[in-house]
């Protein structure tokens, strides 16, 4: 079974402090997609990322970067010099086969 | 308008009442998902359909049914509301994506559910 693991509950940061979020899964599929989605205090959720087993190379859009270390089984995702309007909680999810499965959620704080 | 529309957005109900949650959708997806969200547990899948004869359990199904009236609508039925189905509950849709036929999930807006 495919099992998402986001150790960090709740993480506080200073706004324009750097901060990572931690994504470790589990599977035995050799092909699956992992994916990133923010959840601002609003409810939506909002897709950020996805990113396939077969592709590890590190991605940066903005402020945001991510990396994919298959030999870790990790997707961790860095926000560079945080701002308020990161203040979310970020969802890992993994697709290995037929349907989607999250982690619990880390929920960050960017105080001004 | 949004893609992917959940109604009712907010809901009270009572105890042993049956509620129905509808969800359609615009983007041409054949797979469409149902999710609950409850603080601490992230998003737990309760029903997938990958096409309207097609229905599959999710990991918290007890308690639930859903019916896929056509390609674009999905809805999930609580028959007998209990407390502890109190939750933020969300659609979604997925396209495929390259050969491993998978694409990200797009949500609708929520529909939060209080049963007293």
């Known amino acids: 079974a495919q099992k998402v693991t986001q150790a960090q509950t709740e993480i506080s940061v200073v706004e324009k402090e750097d901060v990572t979020l931690d994504c470790v899964y589990e599977t035995r599929d050799t092909t699956y997609y992992l994916f990133w989605y923010k959840q601002p205090p609003s409810g939506e959720l909002v897709f950020l990322i996805r990113r396939n087993s077969f592709d590890e190379q590190n991605e940066i859009s903005g402020r945001y970067s991510w990396n994919f270390q298959k030999s870790t089984s990790s997707f961790n995702f860095t926000i560079t010099a945080s701002q308020v309007v990161d203040s979310a909680v970020y969802f890992c999810a993994f697709w290995g086969y037929q349907k989607v499965t999250f982690g619990t959620g880390t929920k960050l704080q960017v105080i001004p | 308008d949004a893609d992917v529309t959940q109604t009712p957005r907010n809901r009270i109900t009572k105890t042993g009442k049956r509620i129905m949650l509808e969800c359609s959708q615009t983007k041409g997806h054949d797979r469409m998902y149902w999710y609950r969200q409850d603080p601490g547990l992230g998003l737990r899948l309760i029903y997938y359909s990958f096409d309207v004869k097609d229905i599959n359990k999710g990991e918290i199904s007890d308690g639930y049914s859903v019916s896929r009236q056509a390609q674009a609508k999905f809805s999930l039925s609580l028959e007998s509301a209990i407390p502890n189905q109190t939750a933020l509950y969300f659609c979604?849709?997925?396209?495929?994506?390259?050969?491993?036929?998978?694409?990200?999930?797009?949500f609708g807006e929520g529909s939060r559910l209080t049963v007293l």
């Open positions: 979604a849709t997925s396209g495929l994506a390259g050969s491993s036929g998978t694409g990200e999930l797009f």
